[in-house]
């Protein structure tokens, strides 16, 4: 059995903020950003719009391009760094959201690496055969957790969702042609918890705080942790890059992308690249980047696609996708 992704889909918030006018509020231009980041524009969800709200969209439009009934999910797992609120889990309103009181929804905490945790834990509850079909989820709102003068930070992010239907499917058993989830490698060390981690929360502060980030210590260990990863994906399958058809990284900085695809011998051209028109939207970056390279026809069904994202904590991880 393997998990088989039936649609994916997206929402971003309609307001746009391109470095220009960041630079017209903070000490930054268009020049430093880019050349260090590659980001030119994010989008920033308005007042009165949440995680949720843009994580139901996201689903609508995975469903849609699935071609499947909302009532027809049993297991929703999202994974968000900026929930609604402190409890319940922001999956079970987007469960609600979309009509469904049956099965389960929860979320799940990795940060940046959130859409890659929630997609290995959905594979295995669908592989066990406890669920058929699953909406995975990657939906945040950074800009809340932002603190606006500090131009080290608040011009990397931006706030979106993105989401995926898997369904467990009985596949022939051919290496070469099998489609779904081929592979997961999911990893964490906590010694690193304080390059990258929010000052704030219930249990310590009270408070919801903002992101906190020792940038060049992150830069430092993202591209070995990274290529680490995908070395273990490549391992347990026997594929290298050249059997990858396109590379879906999450989107943090193309400096890291670059790098990470450079080492790899992952060719440019195979990669999708968004973090110039989203900035760094954490557990959303992949599912949106995926949709997007979705609907401009360069994923095709039976293309090897390779999912890789690290973050706070910190963590990582990769997925090969037989799409
Ligand atoms: N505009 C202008 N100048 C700035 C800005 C800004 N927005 N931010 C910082 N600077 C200045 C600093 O104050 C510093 O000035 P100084 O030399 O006078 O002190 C100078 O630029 C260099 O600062 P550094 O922080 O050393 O800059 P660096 O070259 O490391 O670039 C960056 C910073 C882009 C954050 C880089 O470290 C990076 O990309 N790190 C990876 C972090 C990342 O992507 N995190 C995402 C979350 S984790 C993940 O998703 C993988």
Known sequence: IRSVVLGCGSYLPEQVV??????????????????????????????????????????????????????????????????DNTFPATAVSVQHGLGINHGVAFDLQAVCSGFVFALATADNFLRTGAYKRALVIGA??????????????????????????????????????????????????????????VDGGPSSTQTVGHLRMEGREVFKHAVGMITDVIVDAFQATGLNADGIDWFVPHQANKRIIDASAHKLHIAPEKVVLTVDRHGNTSAASIPLALSVARKDGRIKRGDMVLLEAMGGGFTWGSALVRW
């Open 140 to 197: 945040e709102t950074f800009s809340r957790i932002l603190d606006w003068n500090d131009r080290g930070t608040c011009v990397l992010f931006g706030d979106g969702a993105g989401a995926v239907v898997l369904e467990a499917q009985e596949q022939p058993g051919n290496p070469a042609t099998d489609r779904g989830i081929v592979t997961t490698h999911l990893r964490s060390d906590g010694r690193h918890k304080a390059k990258l981690f």
């Open 18 to 83: 391109t470095n220009a006018q960041l630079a017209a509020r903070i000490d930054t231009s268009d020049e430093w950003i880019v050349q260090r980041t590659g980001i030119r524009e994010r989008h920033i969800a308005t007042e009165g719009e949440f995680t949720s709200h843009l994580a139901i969209k996201a689903a609508q439009a995975a469903l849609s391009d699935a071609g499947v009934d909302a009532q027809s999910i049993e297991l929703i797992v999202l994974a968000t760094s900026t929930p």
